[in-house]
């Protein structure tokens, strides 16, 4: 049940899919490029704890509801849309101040309490973006048998998502991690984060004004 022939095109799938670029990529590179490796790495751990809550959803069967639903799904869509569109205007004011990158950081740099923003941010993206309700509801179903027990299946498939996810992200926050150098200028700062936002923004503009499905 567990890795049946249909798990392994849910493997070179789910593989193919995360290692395309999108916005938990970009936020994982900003948050990274803002806060050192460690803010990275605890993003990208949020971003992939996020997957289980998608997965679960799912299987209930609640993303269903959500989709059949206009004023329910459109809610979740402005919600994503406008936590989107926050980041990115947080980058943009970043970027217009030119604060220092930090890249090269020491575990005391940090107060503990700092930990909870990178996690915050990567947890609230991925749970608050609706093409992840419906990539969840549209996709998991296909590799789950009707004699398979839905909610632990769904569950199992998040969490080799969430390892690969999770791999590739934290690849990603060391590799620019440890750039050093040139990345850790203010001219270098005031471009990611002026690049950053407008991506963003644009995101969370382009998400805002969609057509609900159906």
């Known amino acids: 049940m ?71 799904f459109g ?14 205007v947080t980058s943009l004011l970043a ?18 309490e700092s930990a909870w923003r990178p996690l915050r941010e990567g947890f609230l993206s991925n749970v608050l973006n609706p093409k992840t309700v419906v990539f969840y509801m549209a996709f998991l179903p296909q590799f789950i048998a009707p004699s398979d027990p839905a909610l632990a299946k769904s569950l199992w498939l998040a969490g080799v998502h969430f390892m690969i996810a999770n791999a590739w992200q934290v690849a990603i926050a060391m590799m620019v991690g440890t750039a050093g150098g040139w990345l850790g200028s203010p001219r270098f700062a005031r471009w990611l984060n002026g690049v950053t936002g407008a991506v963003l923004v644009a995101l969370g503009v382009k998400l805002a004004l969609q057509r609900l499905p159906g």
């Open 75 to 88: 809610l979740l869509k402005l919600a994503g849309a406008a936590y989107l569109i926050w980041l990115g």
């Open 95 to 112: 970027a217009r101040r030119g604060k220092r990158l930090v890249l090269n950081e020491s575990p005391n740099d940090y107060p503990r």
């Open 2 to 72: 567990w890795m049946d022939d249909q798990f392994w095109s849910f493997l070179v799938a789910i593989t193919l899919l995360t290692v395309s670029p999108g916005v938990d990529t970009l936020l994982v590179i900003r948050n990274t490029a803002r806060g050192g490796m460690r803010d990275g790495i605890l993003t990208s751990l949020a971003i992939s704890c996020g997957l289980f809550v998608h997965a679960g959803v799912s299987a209930l069967g609640i993303s269903l509801i959500l989709l059949q639903s206009a004023w329910a």
